[in-house]
């Protein structure tokens, strides 16, 4: 009988070829909303082709965010997708893993004092302002990912290259450091 993967905790799950999902800890079937249930609880698991013994965590986390687009939860905007689509080929291919990686572990990092100040815990208190750039930050992340496709109603053609482009992504880079370093003082 198989077991969990060494003493790390990761389980293993194995799918079978009448794609069912065979939990190897609980010895049980499982569905892939026990699965997305496991990563929102922090359990680590690695899906495995029964047969063949592949490695398919890949492509079961994507089922799973694609379950959740599809029942409504929608968080991946038209945009994003289709620029994340354009990367597929690009020479910027390879930064994009790490740089998403880095982006969502600084997300999760500030998530609660975010969810603080949308609720107005802290009107007027010293996070109301690390809160506020914080999110002048990410829209401001979340806006360069935003291009309009030509036809889009947002669609604008593009300007001359502004020099003062390396300037403004040093100043971001300068007031992200600054408030991490603001973040890590307040968290000792």
Known sequence: MAKSSEASGTVIIKKYANRRLYNT???SYITLEH???????G?????????????ITH?????????EENRGQTMLPVSFLRQL?????????SM????????????RRNQSQFRQAIEGTFAGGPFAEIAKRNMEIFEAAAKAFK??????????????PAPAKDDDLSTLKDQLATLQ???DKLAK
């Open 43 to 55: 359990r680590d698991f690695k899906v495995i082709d029964a047969k063949s013994e592949d490695d």
């Open 85 to 93: 689509i354009s990367l597929y080929g690009d020479s910027m291919q």
């Open 96 to 107: 994009v893993p790490q740089y998403l990686e880095a982006s969502m572990e600084a997300f």
């Open 147 to 160: 291009v309009p496709a030509v036809g889009d109603d947002d669609y604008v053609a593009p300007a001359a």
């Open 35 to 41: 699965l997305a249930q496991m990563t929102r609880d």
């Open 25 to 27: 800890e609980s010895s």
């Open 181 to 183: 370093a603001k973040l």
């Open 59 to 67: 492509n079961i986390l994507t089922q799973i965010i694609m379950e």
